[in-house]
């Protein structure tokens, strides 16, 4: 398959998600000072994207947008959530993950973006 396709399919299943309306609720969470969450997460799908055009990565589309755009599934505010900046950034891939699985079916690499977006800060 040709990375035109792929691109399509990478379009395709951003434009699913983008307009879902678990993923809408995303723009509620502030996240990096003038972003909420949904941009933020759309600029890492697309940023990861012209990546894995750019080095030819071996990865789905459909699994790069999803875990993309979830990967900072959490829904709280950070700075109302009275969690330490660390202890933030070691529990949110996992309540990512938790909250992600109720509305989607995930593969082991889609779960996989989710759990290791931190790396190493997690582990």
Known sequence: MDWKDREQRFLQMMNRLENAPEILQLKQYPQHGTNDTF???H???VYAWHLARRWKWKVSPEDLAMGAMLHDY??????KS??????HG???????LEN???IYELNERGRNIILSHM?????
């Open 119 to 123: 790396w190493p800060l997690p582990f």
């Open 43 to 45: 600029n890492v799908a």
């Open 82 to 87: 009275g969690l330490t900046d660390y202890r």
């Open 100 to 102: 992600a699985e109720k």
């Open 90 to 96: 070691v529990r949110h891939p996992v309540t990512a």
């Open 74 to 79: 959490y829904l709280y505010d950070i700075e």
């Open 39 to 41: 941009q933020h997460s």
